[in-house]
């Protein structure tokens, strides 16, 4: 096993070793490759940056104090009367979803605002349909991608807000 290229070797090729390369002995051949080639270094993929933005999120939601004054509430109040979804109030305002909607239920309707966080929001099912169809509209190819993350983030906020309305 010592003396021998480890790639050379897998491919049932037995060559001598030139030099060790991460710890795999290599021939000059492997070597020259491995070179002209090197190993990509790992990219996170889409689940694990998803991860990395709840975790971020948590986090935030742990330090930063969930104060809404009366001025923003009324703003909030008037951006959803003026049409806004409860995603762009939220970025616009830079609050919770849960603490958004919460805002915008609780205006007029009184039995809304004890509802279970969560449970029958019947808003986003036809603004997702929406937004997929407006993604396959658009002639971008990451307007499906696009699309899909935007729901999983939806989705996650949802659940974030939901765990801050635990704590
Ligand atoms: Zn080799």
């Known amino acids: 096993m ?26 000059g051949g492997c070597v ?7 190993p990509e270094p790992a990219k996170p993929q889409a689940p694990e940056i998803l991860e990395d933005a709840k975790n971020d999120k948590e986090e935030k939601g742990k330090t930063m104090p969930k104060q809404i004054d009366e001025g923003t509430r009324q703003e909030i109040l008037k951006d959803a009367d003026a049409g806004m979804s409860v995603e762009q109030i939220r970025k616009k305002h830079n609050v ?9 239920d609780g205006s007029g309707k009184s039995a809304a605002g004890k509802k279970r966080a969560g449970g029958g929001d019947s808003s986003s099912a036809p603004r997702r349909a929406a937004a997929k169809h407006a993604a396959k509209n658009s002639a971008s190819r990451w307007a499906d991608t696009i699309s899909q993350l935007r729901e999983e983030r939806d989705r996650i906020d949802r659940v974030i807000g939901e765990l801050e309305q635990m704590n």
Not at 11 to 16: E, H, L, M, Q
Not at 32 to 38: C, F, I, K, M, T
């Open 2 to 27: 010592i003396g021998l290229c480890q790639p050379c070797k897998e491919k049932g090729k037995f060559r001598a070793v030139y030099k060790v390369v991460g710890g795999v002995p290599m021939c």
């Open 96 to 104: 919770g979803w849960i603490t958004a909607k919460n805002i915008i």
């Open 32 to 38: 020259a490759d491995r070179e002209a080639n090197p």
